[in-house]
T-cell receptor
Framework: GAVVSQHPSWVICKSGTSVKIECRSLDFQATTMFWYRQFPKQSLMLMATSNEGSKATYEQGVEKDKFLINHASLTLSTLTVTSAHPEDSSFYIC????????????FGPGTRLTVL | GQQVMQIPQYQHVQEGEDFTTYCNSSTTLSNIQWYKQRPGGHPVFLIQLVKSGEVKKQKRLTFQFGEAKKNSSLHITATQTTDVGTYFCAGPGKGQAGTALIFGKGTTLSVSS
């Protein structure tokens, strides 16, 4: 199956700092990637859709100035949590649709962010 | 907006017992997908159902898609400890751009031996 990597797998940071999370597709190129957030014992919630070469599209209630997304190439998308606060502590997961039109998605292993 | 609901939220069974989780969408779906997330892990794609009334099997797992394409179920026969995890159903939703997935809240299965 398709392989997606995320880095780092976990990070602890102080309140007010910024954290960058990388998501890479390892065996193919993806024009569209998705970023989800999962709080403990809750479901995955879509944060934004990342389109290669253009601005990301954010879901309602997600601050675009706080969660900066850059999809600079067909194999790499980054999510930067700026000025992180404890309430941003969560599991951040990227995914992509490998074959356009199938809707099925392959998920990265996730990044667990803890903000102190 | 579009919602995907799942019940039960939690289920504990003895090893060898059967398990079923149910998924219901507020809108008709073009397809429904099931994912499994082990504790501490990420969601892993299990299956996609596309046709009305479709039934698919994967060893001890049986997936059904309702005739109206608004509900689905996952049934596990004779559970094993390796079945532990959270099972999510998901349907294609209308994100602000592109077709992202709308996930149910998941059913967390625990199995005691």
């Amino acid at each position: 199956g398709a392989v997606v990597s995320q880095h780092p797998s976990w990070v602890i940071c102080k309140s007010g700092t910024s954290v960058k999370i990388e998501c890479r597709s390892l065996d193919f190129q993806a024009t569209t990637m998705f970023w989800y957030r999962q709080f403990p014992k809750q479901s995955l919630m879509l944060m934004a859709t990342s389109n290669e070469g253009s601005k990301a599209t954010y879901e309602q209630g997600v601050e675009k100035d706080k969660f900066l997304i850059n999809h600079a190439s067909l194999t790499l998308s980054t999510l930067t949590v700026t000025s992180a606060h404890p309430e941003d502590s969560s599991f951040y997961i990227c995914s992509f649709e490998k074959t356009v039109g199938t809707d099925t998605q392959y998920f990265g292993p996730g990044t667990r962010l803890t903000v102190l | 907006g579009q919602q995907v609901m799942q019940i039960p939220q939690y289920q504990h069974v003895q090893e060898g017992e059967d398990f079923t989780t149910y998924c219901n969408s507020s809108t008709t779906l073009s397809n429904i997908q099931w994912y499994k997330q082990r504790p501490g892990g990420h969601p892993v794609f299990l299956i996609q159902l596309v046709k009305s009334g479709e039934v698919k099997k994967q060893k001890r797992l049986t997936f059904q898609f309702g005739e109206a394409k608004k509900n689905s179920s996952l049934h596990i026969t004779a559970t094993q400890t390796t079945d532990v995890g959270t099972y999510f159903c998901a349907g294609p939703g209308k994100g602000q751009a592109g077709t992202a997935l709308i996930f149910g809240k998941g059913t967390t299965l625990s199995v005691s031996s």
